[in-house]
């Protein structure tokens, strides 16, 4: 399989529990991203992640919580959300971080709702 | 804070118009990128622009970078219904990158046959 896969595509979850989002990339791309899209805004950097150390964590509350254990995987743990979380979670990579020309690929994203 | 402005917000015109989509800035990007989402996926790359002025064409699409690099257009000429998505642009500072892409709030285009 190629280019960015996201897993689970869509997900509800109450305001109680714990999920984790996936994110997989076979292009041997250094740096992982995680943004936020939801309606009516423009896309909002989460996490940076280069060559598995994060270098950006954008003002984002600690009930979202990113790791990377590898170069091609990354996760987004989350807990306690509530509903105004509610959004389409993409993951994207890029060959290196500082080398943006190439674009973002990004995966399809996991529409969540928080009930 | 970088901010991109994309116009116009909604655009619905028929099969084989041409239209033109915009995005500005006061800020001056290093690169700017053009993005195509249709419902349920991720944005898929069209176009980077690097230098000022600098124009790139995709098939019926034509991307024009702004001298001060700026602001950025996408012109579709005869446009089909395939073309029907939500069309992002994305700034990249001068940083060493770990600001990410700034994305304009994007153009939601509908072409009726």
């Known amino acids: 399989e190629t280019g960015v896969t996201q897993t689970p595509r869509h997900l509800v979850m109450g305001m109680t529990n714990k999920k984790s989002l996936k994110c997989e990339q076979h292009?041997?791309?250094?740096?992982m991203y995680w943004y936020k899209q939801s309606a009516k805004k423009p896309l909002e950097l989460m996490f940076v992640?280069?060559?598995?150390?994060?270098?950006e964590n954008n003002s984002v509350p600690s009930r979202f919580s990113p790791e990377c254990p590898n170069s091609s995987h990354l996760f987004l743990h989350l807990h306690t959300l509530q509903p105004e979380d509610s959004a389409l979670y993409l993951c994207?990579?890029?060959?290196?971080?500082?080398?943006?020309?190439?674009?973002?690929?990004f995966g399809s994203g996991t529409r969540l709702t928080v009930v | 804070t970088q901010l991109l402005e994309q116009s116009p917000q909604f655009l619905s015109i028929q099969e084989g118009e041409n239209l033109t989509v915009y995005c500005n800035s006061s800020?001056?990007?290093?690169?700017l990128q053009w993005y195509r989402q249709e419902p349920g996926e991720g944005p898929v790359l069209l176009v980077t622009?690097?230098?000022?002025?600098e124009v790139k064409k995709l098939k019926r699409l034509t991307f024009q970078f702004g001298d001060a690099r700026k602001d950025s257009s996408l012109h579709i000429t005869a446009a089909q219904p395939g073309d029907t998505g939500l069309y992002l642009c994305?700034?990249?500072?001068?940083?060493?990158?770990?600001?990410?892409?700034?994305f304009g709030k994007g153009t939601h285009l509908i072409i009726q046959p």
């Open positions: 292009l041997g791309h250094n740096a």
């Open positions: 622009v690097v230098t000022g002025g």
């Open positions: 800020s001056v990007f290093s690169s």
């Open positions: 994305a700034g990249a500072g001068s940083g060493g990158g770990a600001d990410g892409l700034t």
């Open positions: 994207a990579s890029s060959q290196s971080m500082a080398d943006r020309g190439g674009g973002y690929t």
């Open positions: 992640y280069s060559l598995e150390e994060r270098v």
